[in-house]
């Protein structure tokens, strides 16, 4: 890749501004323009390419690897168009669609919109090397040291965790960086995990050509952070799609042989091979090289913060996105940027929706979408609830969208104040559902109002009117 530093900044070199934001994700992208755009001078140091996990091997290349399967398998609920469906996915076409949504891994096309915001951006290691300071070591070995005027701002993000399982290091297993830049599709793909991540890709990969793939999850259930339906509707669905799932199911040791097979061995002695292995357990928080120390911080886990995301004890040291280990998706973080953004340029802010309101979408067929707190977690709080459940394809706009439109849609309300606490959606393609929702949890909006919001027929949010009906309204 070209260099597109701007400015380059010799070894000793120093640039004074007025933030520093280290760390180019989402989260730190927008905090950077957010910050420019109300004309304060911005630095953001980023040591891979602008746009972060997010763009380049998370959500946008999964989401374009997934999407042709999930085209295919709407149309063939749908009779008289189910049999135009003939022939298979066009791999090659699917690969260079997912290529191209990731700019071919360059990301000039970034990089306008942050210098339309004054934004300078510096390629290199960023770290705190003391108050309102920021050392940066560029690619070449040469260092530069950035100083803040009003402040720093951490937006380094995640990383994969890799489980301590003997023998996993030797078997060169996929993360998802390596699974959604592959150019290849495996015959046989173990997943290991069957969270968000591991569920997706085990899908995506059956859909795209792995004649066996075997699931791994050594919980109860799929999307175990979820309503316990979405993870049996989910298991359910995969059964029918030849997608093997073992829940309760702990790896305790993997090895690849001289023919590139690979073997996991499981706690209860089973062994399941494959050709290719994926780890997707969970991430953590990438703050293990970021100069914590130098600032009496703890290097390795999240960075805690106050809802301005402002570093305790400090006026001038602010932790967003992944980082902070509050929430780990995508939209949060940029919503954290724009807080922190505002509270640096002295517009008051503060973070509401990670308490409580956050939303998220697993993208398989059925999809898995919620927001807010689940049944169990809403006990867990003390809140007294009531909770309804309908079939999703209950509604005709449902039936109006093919055969076995199958899920659940479910409500936990909070019983003293007739409010919603908590929603999850599962169905073919019900992710739109989901804002709605959010907006009615946000808003702390009334059951009785909720009542007088009229979905349109013949549509799936009908869906809505069956809840509130079941409910008593």
Same mark, same amino acid.
């Given at each position: 890749?070209?260099?597109?530093?701007?400015?380059?900044?010799?070894?000793?070199?120093?640039?004074?501004?007025?933030?520093?934001?280290?760390?180019?994700?989402?989260?730190?992208?927008?905090?950077?323009?957010?910050?420019?755009?109300?004309?304060?001078?911005?630095?953001?140091?980023?040591?891979?390419?602008?746009?972060?996990?997010?763009?380049?091997?998370?959500?946008?290349?999964?989401?374009?690897?997934?999407?042709?399967?999930?085209?295919?398998?709407?149309?063939?609920?749908?009779?008289? /168009?189910?049999?135009?469906?003939?022939?298979?996915?066009?791999?090659?076409?699917?690969?260079?669609?997912?290529?191209?949504?990731?700019?071919?891994?360059?990301?000039?096309?970034?990089?306008?919109?942050?210098?339309?915001?004054?934004?300078?951006?510096?390629?290199?290691?960023?770290?705190?090397?003391?108050?309102?300071?920021?050392?940066?070591?560029?690619?070449?070995?040469?260092?530069?040291?950035?100083?803040?005027?009003?402040?720093?701002?951490?937006?380094?993000?995640?990383?994969?965790?890799?489980?301590?399982?003997?023998?996993?290091?030797?078997?060169?297993?996929?993360?998802?960086?390596?699974?959604?830049?592959?150019?290849?599709?495996?015959?046989?793909?173990?997943?290991?995990?069957?969270?968000?991540?591991?569920?997706?890709?085990?899908?995506?990969?059956?859909?795209?050509?792995?004649?066996?793939?075997?699931?791994?999850?050594?919980?109860?259930?799929?999307?175990?952070?979820?309503?316990?339906?979405?993870?049996?509707?989910?298991?359910?669905?995969?059964?029918?799609?030849?997608?093997?799932?073992?829940?309760?199911?702990?790896?305790?040791?993997?090895?690849?042989?001289?023919?590139? /097979?690979?073997?996991?061995?499981?706690?209860?002695?089973?062994?399941?091979?494959?050709?290719?292995?994926?780890?997707?357990?969970?991430?953590?928080?990438?703050?293990?090289?970021?100069?914590?120390?130098?600032?009496?911080?703890?290097?390795?886990?999240?960075?805690?913060?106050?809802?301005?995301?402002?570093?305790?004890?400090?006026?001038?040291?602010?932790?967003?996105?992944?980082?902070?280990?509050?929430?780990?998706?995508?939209?949060?973080?940029?919503?954290? /940027?724009?807080?922190?953004?505002?509270?640096?340029?002295?517009?008051?802010?503060?973070?509401?929706?990670?308490?409580?309101?956050?939303?998220?979408?697993?993208?398989?067929?059925?999809?898995?979408?919620?927001?807010?707190?689940?049944?169990?977690?809403?006990?867990?709080?003390?809140?007294?609830?009531?909770?309804?459940?309908?079939?999703?394809?209950?509604?005709?706009?449902?039936?109006?969208?093919?055969?076995?439109?199958?899920?659940?849609?479910?409500?936990?309300?909070?019983?003293?104040?007739?409010?919603?606490?908590?929603?999850?959606?599962?169905?073919?393609?019900?992710?739109?559902?989901?804002?709605?929702?959010?907006?009615?949890?946000?808003?702390?909006?009334?059951?009785?109002?909720?009542?007088?919001?009229?979905?349109?027929?013949?549509?799936?949010?009908?869906?809505?009117?069956?809840?509130?009906?079941?409910?008593?309204?």
């Amino acid at each position: 890749m070209t260099d597109r530093t701007a400015p380059v900044l010799d070894g000793d070199s120093e640039l004074d501004v007025d933030v520093v934001v280290v760390g180019g994700g989402p989260a730190g992208e927008n905090a950077a323009g957010r910050c420019g755009q109300a004309g304060l001078r911005v630095a953001l140091v980023e040591r891979e390419l602008i746009g972060g996990e997010c763009s380049y091997w998370g959500c946008m290349p999964s989401k374009v690897l997934i999407r042709p399967g999930d085209v295919l398998a709407a149309v063939r609920r749908v009779p008289g /168009a189910a049999d135009a469906v003939t022939g298979e996915l066009a791999l090659a076409a699917v690969l260079a669609r997912r290529d191209a949504a990731t700019g071919h891994w360059d990301d000039s096309g970034q990089l306008p919109w942050l210098a339309e915001r004054g934004v300078t951006v510096l390629r290199g290691h960023g770290r705190v090397a003391g108050e309102r300071t920021v050392s940066v070591e560029y690619a070449d070995g040469t260092t530069g040291t950035v100083r803040a005027a009003k402040a720093v701002v951490l937006a380094t993000g995640t990383r994969p965790v890799v489980p301590p399982i003997d023998g996993l290091d030797g078997a060169d297993p996929w993360d998802n960086r390596t699974a959604t830049a592959t150019k290849e599709i495996p015959a046989r793909l173990l997943v290991v995990g069957g969270g968000a991540i591991g569920a997706e890709l085990a899908q995506a990969f059956r859909r795209l050509g792995s004649a066996e793939v075997t699931v791994l999850e050594g919980g109860e259930r799929l999307v175990t952070r979820e309503e316990p339906f979405a993870g049996a509707e989910l298991a359910a669905a995969f059964a029918a799609e030849g997608i093997s799932v073992r829940t309760g199911a702990r790896v305790v040791a993997v090895r690849r042989a001289g023919d590139g /097979a690979v073997t996991a061995t499981l706690a209860d002695g089973d062994t399941v091979t494959g050709d290719q292995i994926l780890v997707a357990v969970g991430r953590r928080p990438a703050t293990g090289d970021l100069g914590l120390d130098a600032v009496g911080l703890t290097p390795g886990g999240p960075v805690e913060v106050d809802d301005e995301l402002r570093v305790a004890g400090t006026d001038w040291l602010y932790a967003i996105g992944d980082c902070n280990g509050r929430s780990l998706l995508t939209h949060m973080g940029k919503y954290q /940027a724009r807080i922190a953004a505002d509270v640096i340029g002295g517009r008051p802010a503060r973070d509401r929706a990670d308490h409580g309101i956050v939303p998220r979408v697993t993208f398989t067929d059925p999809q898995v979408c919620a927001v807010g707190l689940t049944e169990e977690a809403a006990r867990a709080g003390g809140h007294e609830v009531r909770c309804v459940e309908v079939p999703t394809g209950s509604v005709a706009g449902a039936w109006v969208q093919g055969e076995g439109f199958a899920g659940t849609s479910k409500l936990v309300v909070d019983e003293r104040r007739r409010v919603l606490l908590g929603a999850t959606f599962t169905g073919p393609g019900v992710q739109e559902l989901l804002h709605s929702a959010t907006v009615a949890i946000a808003g702390e909006v009334p059951l009785e109002t909720l009542w007088h919001a009229v979905p349109s027929f013949p549509t799936v949010s009908e869906v809505w009117l069956r809840l509130l009906e079941e409910y008593g309204l």
